[in-house]
């Protein structure tokens, strides 16, 4: 059974930094890309980064130049470190795993707080 375990998000002061891991747990084959999403309360779920097996990322215009989604590829991980957050980058954080056989995994999300 798959499972995706997201952790590293809390409560952070603007302009502060945080850390957030995604570890695939379980046998999946065929990994095409990994990425993050994130959802704030009323709004639409938005991608935020994501990266292939080759390393090519994509981000939000959002968080262009914040933000850096990394992988390690031996232990199914992903990673997202972002700085100089903001209030607006407040949402539940979650990872995506999407395979080469059309398969979608999500892990359950983790809460990001930017506030004073």
């Known amino acids: 059974q798959v499972q995706l375990v997201e952790s590293g998000g809390g409560l952070v002061q603007p302009g502060g930094s945080l850390r957030l891991s995604c570890a695939a747990s379980g046998t999946i084959f065929g990994i095409k890309v990994m990425g993050w999403y994130r959802q704030a309360p009323g709004k639409q779920r938005e991608l935020v980064a994501r990266i292939t097996n080759g390393g090519s990322t994509n981000y939000a215009d959002s968080v262009k130049g914040r933000f850096t989604i990394s992988r390690d590829n031996a232990k199914n991980t992903v990673y997202l470190q972002m700085n100089s957050l903001k209030p607006e980058d407040t949402a539940v954080y979650c990872c995506?795993?999407?395979?080469?056989?059309?398969?979608?995994?999500w892990g359950q999300g983790t809460q990001v707080t930017v506030s004073s």
């Open positions: 995506n795993v999407g395979t080469a056989f059309g398969q979608n995994y």
